[in-house]
């Protein structure tokens, strides 16, 4: 049962959310540089033991599944296959969600945020990465859980996450850390997804310690990382 001193509400949630991942243009094949250059016998071995195309077979193979489901879509189905190894806001590495904001402005801001993170524990130079919007519906009942501190511990959040995971709700929808006041998502069920369609792109320039900006290849704007968290739009006139 989950736990009785938060008891969270549960609501419908219907509407767009949004999420950032790299890009690179023209495509790379991942296996290009190995041999001939083909690649494909190295991607044949690769897949008999790649988690995502593991389940989608076993999807496949044991429900009626579409196999052009928005459920088995690469972008929607590698949260749930992969999992992350550090768990999520509030779910352990065990329990795999899909994230997304629930506005773009949000999306950004989480998405610096751990573009930093990771560029930081690498040590990167300076250099500038590309980043593409993805968009799609999430549809169904998710408990509520906007009215927790920010500052909740780790194993407390889990605790409620993994209470929650039981009832079968379609996944939480929680305060963005990464900017106050803005709502986003922990998604448990792939079926409350409809297909991601790519958006607009931008580019993050790192330097070495921090991204300092971020320029819209869509509009020509230049963003300052630190306005992203504001609830004043960063696109308002």
């Not at 076993?58 to 550090?86: C, K, M």
């Not at 922990?186 to 607009?200: I, N, W, Y």
């Not at 931008?202 to 900006?213: P, T």
Request: charged share 25%.
């Amino acid at each position: 049962m989950p736990n009785e001193a938060v008891n969270p509400s549960r609501i419908k949630v219907r509407g767009q959310h949004f999420n950032l991942i790299p890009s690179r243009f023209p495509p790379v094949n991942l296996f290009e540089r190995i041999g001939n250059g083909d690649g494909s016998d190295v991607a044949e071995i690769e897949a008999l033991t790649n988690p995502r195309l593991r389940e989608r077979e076993r999807l496949i193979g044991t429900r009626a599944t579409d196999v052009a489901s928005a459920r088995l879509q690469n972008w929607n189905h590698a949260a749930f296959a992969y999992g992350n190894p550090e768990g999520s806001r509030f779910f352990p590495p065990t329990i795999p969600v899909l994230e997304l904001a629930a506005d773009l402005q949000t999306a950004l801001s989480i998405s610096v945020a751990r573009r930093e993170a990771f560029l930081a524990r690498t040590a990167e130079p300076a250099i500038k990465l590309d980043m593409r919007v993805l968009v799609r519906t999430v549809e169904g009942t998710f408990s509520d859980l906007r009215g927790l501190p920010l500052d909740m511990p780790t194993e407390e959040r889990w605790k409620l996450g993994r209470e929650l995971a039981e009832t079968h709700c379609a996944g939480v929808i929680f305060e963005c850390p990464e900017r106050p006041g803005a709502s986003c998502v922990a998604v448990l069920d792939p079926d409350s997804l409809g297909r991601a369609t790519q958006s607009e792109h931008f580019r993050y320039v790192w330097n070495g310690q921090k991204i300092e900006a971020l320029y819209s290849f869509a509009d020509g704007l230049t963003i300052i990382p630190d306005e992203l968290r504001s609830a004043k739009s960063v696109r308002a006139a």
